[in-house]
Each structure stands twice: as structure tokens, then as C-alpha cells.
């Protein structure tokens, strides 16, 4: 059994690891609005949007917001984003890639 909760809504594998990495996307953004105890307001001025945008990315409204702009948003409130790659040379072929956000 999947632990994916996305995972009740599609079978597709590409859609299921879109929506799972927009919601961590937007946990991230959530978790750094509530701990500078920002209003709607105050997190649209940092990010560049409008509150209503804002409103609608804390709601969760995956399906209105593109990986792109969820990575951008992260990067004008300060986080950088390491990646890891598997390299050619790795004899398991994992296909996994590693990310990690810090802030």
C-alpha cells in the first residue's frame, strides 16, 4: 500500500510525483509564513503576488500553481535548493534524485 495520500486520486506516476512535490513546495512555503507570523498580505509583498494567490497556495490549490513558480516564491523568501543526481557511473541506475530545501 502507497502512504502517498495523492495517490488515491491517480494511478499516472508523473501526476503523483507532481502533486507530491508541489505540496511539499507549499508546506514550505506555509511552514516560513506561520513562523514569521505573516499575514496573507505580508507573504504576497515578499513573494511578488497577490493575496488572494497567497490565499489560494495555503488552501493547497495545487493545480493552480506550476513547480516554477513554487521554487521562485522559495527563493525570494531566502531558501536555496540542493540537488543530487545520480551519476552515470552508479552501479544500482537508480533513477531517484535527491533534493533538499534550506533556509
Known amino acids: 500500500?502507497?502512504?502517498?495520500?495523492?495517490?488515491?486520486?491517480?494511478s499516472d506516476p508523473v501526476q503523483l510525483e507532481t502533486w507530491?512535490?508541489?505540496?511539499?513546495?507549499?508546506m514550505k512555503i506555509h511552514q516560513h509564513v506561520r513562523r514569521n507570523e505573516w499575514s496573507q498580505a505580508q507573504a504576497a509583498k515578499a513573494i511578488g503576488i497577490t493575496q488572494p494567490r497567497v490565499?489560494?497556495?495555503?488552501?493547497?490549490?495545487?493545480?493552480l500553481f506550476s513547480i516554477d513558480f513554487?521554487?521562485?516564491?522559495?527563493?525570494?523568501?531566502?531558501?536555496?535548493?540542493?540537488?543530487?543526481m545520480p551519476t552515470q557511473e552508479s552501479s544500482?541506475?537508480?533513477?531517484?534524485?535527491?533534493?533538499?530545501i534550506k533556509g
Not at 1 to 10: A, E, G, R
Not at 55 to 62: D, P, Q, T, V
Open 70 to 84: 513554487l521554487m521562485t516564491a522559495l527563493f525570494k523568501l531566502g531558501y536555496r535548493v540542493d540537488m543530487a
Open 1 to 10: 500500500m502507497d502512504n502517498n495520500v495523492f495517490s488515491i486520486l491517480t
Open 55 to 63: 490565499s489560494n497556495m495555503l488552501k493547497g490549490r495545487l493545480d
Open 20 to 26: 507530491t512535490l508541489k505540496s511539499n513546495l507549499i
Open 92 to 100: 544500482d541506475r537508480s533513477t531517484d534524485l535527491s533534493m533538499e
